[in-house]
């Protein structure tokens, strides 16, 4: 017994003296208590000269604070457009169809800009105002090469957004995107700018002018045609597309700038058709391997591939070699930046214009001329592609004459036979052709139903072949 309660008063003992050791050499435990930390006001002290800290910057808020001002004061001026599409089928019969989209009211008595496929080819065109008032609009004029439209309601006092400078756009700066995505009408997106100038190839036309801001604001089927604007409320650009694999937002949208968006408007609203200036110049981007050839310190401007006869660049003094860095005063990065400021422009205005000739700079002054529009032949509409003539470079580069292939229309014969943009058609069902007259003469008098188109792409080797079918009591 008594070497048991010795036992017991040992073993007691050590455990006493492991834990006083313990908490002898342990640390005292830390408790952190939260509590708010009262925010100094950033001191006024000039550290100009004071080098051997770090400045102390103003704070700078992580987004905008006005986005509730900005799109209270556009969602009112976003409308929802619905375009019924009349078929034919059969001699009586009419089959409608319907799509839909957005448009954006621009004065208070009733225009109304939009995406030119979103009422191209529509019998009747509905409007829907954000307080559900419906209209039917008349369409004043088109313009597929931009991909604007303008259309008038007979309403007036209506709400209506301003127009910004879309020049003034920089990189990362906000936006808001206004549409009626998926029939869900005025909705509000944001994002920023990620890019402009933007060159996708998406407008199915040889005088197209693509020039657009890139957001990642989300934009959706139905958005098309609705309002792109700034943290102030200003109309900045006219959303028009987006690239995806999906058919869905992946996180590229586009828009027509503003700026370009009016000068089209203000013709279609004055004269009923556009009035742009040719500048008459085939160019193409600046390369790097381009500026060391030419002996340039930067990778910059657009090169002047070739100048027409009689047009206003030679009458400027411009010649094949030169390269357009300016004009009136803004810097022509890329081959759509000058696309756009001469789409901004009508004929007989007057630019200013900079280019480097052998590395020197010169300056002239342009008048621009007025750009022929010429309507399509029905066969090219019928077939599914747009042709134009060799220039006198291209045929002495190529060695041989023919009818260029500048654009192929979706959903078409010529799409359904793979051939692609830029094929040289030098022959019909066998019979040579120069040009584009000889080879819509060739097509049109061919008495087989099937048409095989042969020639050449200038990038490939060999003669290539195309077959398609065509209806010959057309």
Known sequence: MK???LLVFVSLLSSLLTVGLFKYFEEPEKII?????????????DRSEDFTSPPVSAPVPSAPTDFVRAAGHATPAVVFIRTLHANKKGYWNY??????????????????????HVVNDGSEIHLTLDDKREYQAELIGSDPSTDIALLKIEATDLPFVEFGNSDSLQIGEWVIAIGNPFRLE??????????????????????????????????NQGNSGGALVNIRGELIGINAAIITQSGKYEGYSFAIPSNLALKVISDLREFGEIRRGLLGVSIKNMTDELA???GLAEVNGVYVDYVNPNSAAREAGLQSGDVIISLDGAETRTFPELQEMIARNRPGDELNIEYLRDGVK?????????KIIRKLDPMMVEIGFELKDLNETEITKFGKAGAKVNSIYRDSKIEDTNMELDFIITSVNGEAVSNVEEALKSIKDVDADIVELGGFYPQFEGEYFYAFRRELNN
């Open 362 to 370: 010169h300056a002239s002054t342009v008048v621009l001329q007025q």
């Open 33 to 45: 208590i939260r509590e708010p930390v009262r925010v100094e006001r950033t001191s006024t002290i």
């Open 95 to 116: 089959k409608y169809t319907a799509s839909s989209g957005s448009g954006v009211i621009v004065s208070s008595d009733g225009y109304v800009v939009t995406n030119h």
């Open 3 to 5: 070497n048991v309660t």
């Open 292 to 294: 060391k050839k030419l």
């Open 186 to 219: 005025s909705t509000v997106t944001a994002g920023i700018v990620s890019a402009k100038g933007r060159n996708i190839s998406i407008l199915e036309n040889e005088s197209s002018v693509e020039s657009f801001i890139q957001t990642d604001a989300v934009v």
